[in-house]
């Protein structure tokens, strides 16, 4: 059975944790015009008499918005500075040497680690 508009768009609201007003001001971003009214029959059951089926034009619209909400506009965007070349080299290095030091283990004991007795490397008591 394949997922109708409205299931996706109430999926997304589900996932994204949306709440009414984050989608009306969504779709405001691509100037597309809804009332809040209106956009409750989306999210009706099928079986309400109020239910209305979301159109592609809306859905399109909505997620077009969804990536300037999520993402910025591309003018925006385009407006980061690159890192400089040494600095992006000295993250690639920090990066790369968390990764290659052996990890500390910590005690499988919560207390203090004094009270417990030493072991050897074949695990006897010393």
Partial sequence: MALSNNDIIKKLRVALKLRDVDIIEILALVDYEIAKSEL???????????????QDQ???????GLVI??????EERGKTRPM????AEN????RKESFDEPKKQSPRVSGDV???SAKDKYGRKS
Avoid: C, Q
Wanted: charged share 40%; aromatic share 12%.
């Fill in 40 to 54: 409750g029959a989306f999210f009706r059951n099928e079986d309400h008499p109020k239910y209305v089926e979301l």
């Fill in 69 to 74: 909400y999520k993402r910025g506009t591309m």
């Fill in 84 to 87: 400089p070349k040494k600095r």
């Fill in 114 to 116: 004094s009270s417990r």
């Fill in 91 to 94: 993250v690639r290095k920090e």
């Fill in 58 to 64: 809306i859905l399109r619209n909505f997620l077009n």
